[in-house]
């Protein structure tokens, strides 16, 4: 298996000691869209900031393209996070003063082997707007960039928090194409996060959270195209 997760469990101490994950799993194959579903609070920020090297589980284990997350130390979760893993946010935190493809470029000068940037620019479909500025571009032009520096980088994984949070429905539909082109184009392993329970249609594997667990994982054998 590409991804799996198993038996994390992860507590929080701000007096009170609250556990947000109790023993979640999921796994994803390579290649594959999977979609963590479930209420707010119930620890899909945690779970993917686990998998992504951001933070550390209590107890449990990680695995990404056989490596075991889990016991790498500090400098090695450092370099697993920077040479493996892409993010993408609800919120697009683009440098402002620097155009679009230089905030890809920034990404790519750090890689060991970057993707060219005018291929990514091309699969999120944004050649032409390669020298605008963040601010001349529409909140779906401008997360498309961030997909796009994601990418740059080649990751094993792309890691996606709710990244349709802060569209309207006709613009998430078309980041949402973007990210399964990204898929189908580079055969980058993508899990996301949504409130979207639409959203989960286009993705191969859904994952349902509840109370620190996932209660449901299902199999989308058809994923419907966003567009
Ligand atoms: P979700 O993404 O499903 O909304 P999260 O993983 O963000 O859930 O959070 C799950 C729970 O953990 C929430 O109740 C949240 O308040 C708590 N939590 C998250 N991060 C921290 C933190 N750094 N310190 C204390 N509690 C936290
Ligand atoms: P959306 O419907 O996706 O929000 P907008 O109506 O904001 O899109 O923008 C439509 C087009 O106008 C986009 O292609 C965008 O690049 C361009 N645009 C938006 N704002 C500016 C600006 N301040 N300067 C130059 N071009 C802009």
Sequence with gaps: MFVSASGL???YDTGVVTPVLRGAALELDRS?????LG?????????????????????????VDGERITDLD??????YRRESVGFVFQFYNLVPNLTAGENIEVVSNISKQPLAIDEVLAA??????????????SGGEQQ??????????????LLCDEPTGALDIATSRDVLAQLQRVNTQFGTTILM???????AEMAHAVFRMRDGEVEHATQNAEPVPAE
């Excluded at 498309?144 to 994984?157: E, F, G, M, S, T």
């Excluded at 996060?193 to 959203?199: E, F, K, M, S």
């Design 193 to 199: 996060i949504t409130h979207n329970v639409a959203v």
């Design 74 to 79: 500090d400098d090695g979760l450092v370099e």
């Design 144 to 157: 498309r960039v961030a997909i796009a520096r994601a990418i740059v980088k080649n990751p094993k994984l």
């Design 124 to 137: 999120v479909g944004l050649t032409e707007k390669k020298n605008r500025f963040p601010r001349e571009l």
């Design 39 to 63: 209420p707010s609070g119930s620890g899909k920020s945690t779970l993917m900031n686990i998998i992504g090297g951001v933070d550390r589980a209590d107890e449990g284990v990680v695995e």
């Design 9 to 11: 469990a992860k507590s």
């Design 32 to 36: 594959r869209i999977g979609v963590i």
